[in-house]
């Protein structure tokens, strides 16, 4: 093995021109030391240029290999050099970035193989959970901006729903009918279904009360499972993943899943939400010496899962534009096979993990993940399957854009605790956050279910005095000689009324206006 101090030129040939291609002259991450041929050599370090950072990524492998570890390494050397970063925390093992690393036996032998200057640091950091579910800072999103693409992700609604889903926001929309929560999206459809809801209904066009019904009862059996609480207001501001801390590192956002493990179409589509959120709100800056955001969507083969088409084209354009925004996203999955290949293409900097070959469809991912790479001297097939723990494949981007050569590399260790934070400091960090209060309890307003039920309400009360009226005028009648008939009678006139036409059209004049909408449909209603 090498010592850490060797000389770039006394190393093999091969490796040379491997190391070579790492050579940065600006700001970069360490990534870890180069294996070549059964040794690994310090002298030869791995780096990835911080200005290429919002190129987009991937971090692959089979579970245990050491996927987490990586990202943390990477946001750890972020967050150092002033560029905020996101995390979903999905296991619940990755909250420990906020505090110092255990020196040991096995993080001092790391440290010395790949010419590591390790030493325990914590990280400033965030923790939000979706609705107040699980430890964190609550983070919600109004149904209104979350809109109609990523819901039916999230509903599981077929195209033909999707596109009904979609005239229903439309509807909400352009009526002034704020949708907030789901119950609000609830009383709407239900309002259209309703006979005096159906005339707006078929003005729509294309959607059937059949399909509407549908929707419903979707919606309904979704807010049992208990989806309604990560949707509501006050809105989480993405706004606030862009910050630094006092001392100028980036802030590390860390938004703990592991209570919602189960809903993963839900949590997945949500960080999506966070994303397109982002995309929609923040100006176009062209190329930066490092980016205003590294975003990390973790298990992200569970987006692209059963997604429809109109879902991942606006993924994938969000993902090639967000770029010039200013974000980085890296995606981490078992194989490269769990992105579709248009967004794989934009994914310059690549971190391969170990793959297991036991079955045919794992030697066949394994081939196709092989495929994806620039030439190299390495076998990566035997490679690949031959990778040990905190071991991996890369090929990044380098200061003039292009792929470096792949290299076979051992990866550093975090500065920061590689498993959970404690119960306690994790509570104290949440309710000691300046945005705890901001945040955490929820608030509900008027908007569209009120107001619909009020309209309702006020429309009983108006037929009941109608009647009323109507009953005494007739008894009256009786008793009195009859009378030409000049004018309506006051049942006509309040059948005639607005009041009975459409509910929505007079809470339309109230509001009256479209939201504008990005590609996911999602939008935000500054205050």
Request: glycine content about 12%; charged content about 20%.
């Amino acid at each position: 093995m090498s010592d850490v101090g060797e000389a770039a030129g006394a190393l093999p040939q091969p490796a040379q021109e491997i190391a070579d291609g790492y050579a940065v002259d600006g700001a970069a991450l360490g990534l870890g030391a180069l294996l070549w041929d059964g040794a690994c050599l310090p002298g030869a370090q791995i780096r990835v240029p911080l200005g290429m950072l919002n190129r987009h990524g991937l971090v692959a492998g089979a579970t245990g290999t050491g996927k987490t570890k990586t990202l943390q390494l990477i946001a750890e050397q972020l967050s150092a050099n002033g560029v905020p970063v996101f995390l979903a925390d999905i296991k619940g093992d990755v909250s420990g970035i906020a505090a110092p690393g255990e020196p040991g036996g096995k993080v001092t032998e790391r440290a010395g193989q790949v010419g590591q200057s390790w030493e325990a640091k914590g990280f400033p950091c965030e923790f939000y959970a979706l609705g107040g579910i699980g430890p964190g800072i609550p983070l919600r999103a109004t149904v209104t901006s979350f809109g109609p693409v990523l819901l039916s992700k999230v509903l599981q609604l077929n195209r033909t729903q999707e596109q009904s889903l979609g005239l229903i926001f439309h509807y909400a929309d352009a009526k002034g009918l704020e949708l907030v929560d789901l119950k609000d999206l609830r009383a709407v459809v239900a309002f259209l279904v309703s006979d005096t809801g159906k005339p707006e209904l078929k003005g729509i066009g294309g959607l059937s009360t059949a399909t509407a019904g549908v929707i419903l009862r979707s919606l309904t059996a979704f807010e049992q499972l208990g989806a309604g609480d990560f949707f509501g207001e006050p809105e989480f501001d993405t706004a606030e993943l862009l910050r630094q801390a006092s001392d100028g590192r980036g802030l590390v956002s860390v938004l703990e899943l592991a209570a919602v493990q189960d809903k993963p179409q839900l949590f997945s589509t949500f960080l999506m939400w966070l994303l397109a959120d982002l995309f929609h709100d923040l100006p176009e800056v062209g190329d930066l010496d490092r980016p205003k955001l590294v975003f990390f969507f973790d298990e992200a083969h569970l987006l692209f899962d059963g997604a429809s088409k109109a879902f991942l084209d606006a993924i994938t354009q969000t993902v090639r534009l967000i770029r010039s925004k200013g974000v980085g996203i890296f995606f981490v999955t078992q194989t490269p096979r769990d992105v579709p290949g248009d967004v794989l293409a934009q994914l310059g900097n690549r971190v391969q993990h170990a793959l297991r070959a036991f079955t045919p469809d794992d030697a066949k991912a394994l081939r196709a993940t092989v495929k994806t790479f620039p030439n190299s001297p390495y076998d990566l097939e035997e490679l690949l399957t031959g990778l040990g723990i905190g071991e991996a494949v890369i090929t990044v981007l380098s200061e003039n854009g292009a792929p470096t050569p792949v290299a076979a590399t051992r990866l550093r260790s975090p500065q920061s605790l590689m498993g959970p934070l404690a119960a306690t400091e994790l509570d104290a960090a949440v309710k000691g956050s300046p945005l705890y209060g901001r945040y955490a309890e929820a608030v509900d307003r008027e908007s569209a279910y009120e107001k619909l039920t009020a309209e309702h309400e006020a429309e009983q009360r108006a037929a009941a005095d109608a009647a009323g009226k109507a009953d005494a005028a007739g008894r009256a009648a009786k008793k009195a000689p009859r009378q030409p008939k000049d004018d309506a009678s006051l049942v006509e006139q309040v059948v005639g009324s607005g009041m009975f036409r459409s509910l929505a059209r007079s809470v339309g004049t109230q509001l009256g206006r479209e939201i504008s909408r990005s590609l996911f449909g999602t939008a935000r209603r500054r205050r």
